[in-house]
């Protein structure tokens, strides 16, 4: 970036106030969500390879979104959840909204699916997921967030490049 008399300036970012914002990536966090709600349009569902914690690639569900570069890494809990809303096939997900939000698994810090814009209803969800119990989950039937939400968030280097 430039000034007036053609000095470049470092970029200003947000102060950051999450751990999970000092290391920026191209997967949303869930340090990022700064504990709000954030609601996404679908833009495409991929499936990776993806570096596991055993440092072997594993392939991993992504989601890519219309307001953001960021993608979001997809578990089987989301997907079941996704799956539930809009149905089983993918091309079907597209263009659907979604509201995530901040949460753990295992003391460890995830992101869940609320919810959509797009739901007529409540649905209650059973996750069964091997070698654990099966739980339910509601997903919410949500109100678009407001643009300078969505625009907050792009710009506080959660969902941003």
Excluded at 84 to 95: R, T
Excluded at 126 to 149: D, G, Q, V, W, Y
Aim: glycine residues 6%; charged residues 35%.
């Amino acid at each position: 970036m430039s000034t007036e008399n053609g000095e470049d300036q470092p970029r200003r970012r947000a102060k950051p106030v999450d751990f999970d914002q000092l290391y920026p990536g191209r997967f949303i966090k869930a340090g990022e969500l700064l504990g709000k709600k954030i609601t996404l349009t679908i833009a495409d569902v991929d499936l990776e390879d993806l570096m596991g914690e055993d440092n072997k690639p594993k392939a991993k569900a992504t989601l890519t979104f219309k307001e953001t570069e960021k993608q979001m890494v997809m578990c089987k809990t989301n997907g079941i959840c996704l799956k539930a809303m809009f149905g089983k096939k993918l091309s079907d997900w597209v263009g659907k909204r979604i509201t995530i939000f901040p949460d753990t698994w295992n003391g460890e810090p995830a992101i869940r699916i609320w919810g959509s814009p797009d739901l007529a209803e409540e649905a209650e969800v059973e996750i069964a997921l091997p070698r654990r119990r099966p739980f339910k989950k509601m997903m919410h039937r949500t109100a678009k967030i407001a643009r300078a939400e969505a625009d907050q968030a792009s710009t506080t280097e959660a969902p941003g490049p």
